[in-house]
């Protein structure tokens, strides 16, 4: 078991330039989630999915940001126009199937916008 | 919002010696996970309680809903528990908010 792999490890993005991250989470996982740490806000939850479906986003800033799930094997977070505020380490988490239960995170990517 | 009061901040502690850290929360949370931050940055899982007690070598966790805290022991603290420790507690479903970490340094 490979654990939830992020790819890519690092990012470095131009003002404006779009970002993708890309997330596979633990094989037989059903519930994928986002967060994003920053210094100034810790650790903050994004969106998740449950069954590829989209469950809650209410984490996610309204504009430029989105999520996917096209399949049970990935999940694809975007950033577009990248701003310098959107610099973070952005992770990907999986769990069983969502519910009370252990939560499994990624190495996450660090993105940086200059 | 729902929060989590994490301490210490930091700790120091001399190797073969114990202490422990506290998570307080501000509403009545269903469960808590607690993570140590490896050197590549990774979550690892140290614990997930929804009630009572857990250990695990020289961890042990507690988390009492009612009383809203939970806490992590670390006995006979060996150099490689140095990292950074966070707890994350889920009011409901499934978001998790994070305390705000706890640096251990581990020195011989």
């Known amino acids: 078991n490979a654990g939830v792999i992020q790819t890519p490890r690092h990012k470095v993005t131009g003002k404006g330039q779009e970002a993708t991250l890309w997330c596979e989470p633990i094989?037989?996982?059903?519930?994928v989630f986002w967060y994003r740490q920053t210094i100034v806000q810790g650790l903050e939850f994004l969106t998740y999915?449950?069954?590829?479906?989209?469950?809650?986003d209410s984490g996610m800033p309204k504009e430029r940001f989105s999520a996917q799930m096209p399949n049970q094997s990935h999940s694809t977070l975007k950033i577009q126009s990248t701003q310098p505020q959107d610099s973070a380490v952005y992770l990907c988490?999986?769990?069983?199937?969502?519910?009370?239960?252990?939560?499994?995170f990624g190495s996450g990517t660090r993105l940086t916008v200059l | 919002g729902d929060q989590v009061e994490q301490s210490p901040s930091a700790l120091s502690l001399h190797e073969g010696t114990g202490s422990a850290l506290r998570c307080n929360f501000t509403?009545?949370?269903?469960?808590v996970q607690w993570f140590r931050k490896n050197s590549r940055g990774s979550l690892i899982n140290l614990f997930y309680?929804?009630?009572g007690t857990k250990e695990n070598g020289r961890l042990k966790s507690a988390f009492d809903s009612k009383e809203r805290y939970s806490t992590l022991h670390i006995r006979d603290a060996q150099l490689e528990d140095s990292g950074t420790y966070f707890c994350a507690a889920e009011a409901m479903g499934y978001k998790l908010t994070f305390g705000t970490g706890t640096s251990l340094l581990v020195d011989p």
């Open positions: 999915f449950r069954n590829q479906a989209p469950i809650d």
């Open positions: 988490a999986s769990s069983s199937t969502g519910g009370l239960e252990t939560l499994y």
């Open positions: 509403t009545t949370m269903r469960a």
């Open positions: 094989s037989g996982h059903s519930a």
């Open positions: 309680l929804a009630s």
